[in-house]
């Protein structure tokens, strides 16, 4: 099994710029996650899709981010303008149904400078 | 609102020494989940934790939950230096599959 994958690992980019994080969730999950770790606020969910509609996106910080999961086996996590604070590590994380008992794993995460 | 508190924040041990992490939540939930991470890495799930009493253990860490009193324990036996990483829980609302997490523990365990 690949896990979570994601890309791209590091980008840094100039403030203003588009920024699109990708998400292949593991085969089989059927919720996917997206998640951003900072030092001053840890780790908060931004939104979560089952069988790829958006369930809850309330976490998204304003309209500059958005997200979609057009199939099973893609997601994708856009800011646009990126500004400086936008700066952390985003990670996507995928999950089998929650009456499965499900355990949810986490990529290696997406590793986002805004200079 | 789901709020999730971890004490200690940091947490600096010998190794040998006993030390127990705790994980408060606020609202009502039927599971709660543990995970570590190493500097720089992902998430490394744990424990996953579903009903009341559940306990789990692996290697020299065990979990438990105790839903009346919101409150699960990580407990670590005899650290080593290999246990030396970050802790998080992790409580799921009630319904639907949205994980909050706490702020984590930092361990560190000394030689």
């Known amino acids: 099994d690949a896990g979570v994958i994601q890309s791209p690992r590091h980008e840094v980019t100039e403030m203003g710029q588009e920024v699109t994080l990708r998400c292949k969730p593991i085969?089989?999950?059927?919720?996917l996650f997206w998640y951003r770790q900072t030092m001053m606020r840890g780790l908060e969910l931004l939104i979560y899709f089952n069988n790829n509609v958006p369930i809850d996106d309330s976490g998204m910080p304003e309209d500059r981010f958005s997200a979609k999961m057009p199939n099973a086996s893609f997601s994708t996590l856009k800011i646009q303008p990126s500004e400086p604070r936008d700066s952390a590590v985003y990670f996507c994380?995928?999950?089998?149904?929650?009456?499965?008992?499900?355990?949810?794993?986490f990529g290696e995460g997406s590793w986002l400078t805004v200079v | 609102e789901l709020k999730v508190e971890q004490n200690p924040l940091f947490l600096s041990m010998q190794e040998g020494k006993n030390y127990t992490i705790y994980c408060n939540y606020s609202?009502?939930?039927?599971?709660l989940y543990w995970y570590r991470q190493d500097p720089g890495k992902s998430l490394e799930s744990l424990f996953v934790?579903?009903?009341?009493?559940a306990v789990k253990q692996e290697g020299r860490l065990m979990a438990s939950l105790d839903t009346k009193a919101r409150l699960s324990t990580l407990h670590i036996t005899a650290a080593v230096h290999d246990l030396s990483a970050t802790y998080f829980c992790a409580v799921s609302m009630e319904y639907g599959n949205k994980l909050v997490f706490g702020a984590g523990t930092i361990l560190r365990v000394k030689s």
């Open positions: 994380a995928s999950s089998t149904p929650r009456y499965s008992g499900n355990t949810i794993y």
């Open positions: 934790l579903l009903s009341n009493g």
């Open positions: 085969s089989g999950h059927n919720s």
């Open positions: 609202t009502t939930s039927d599971r």
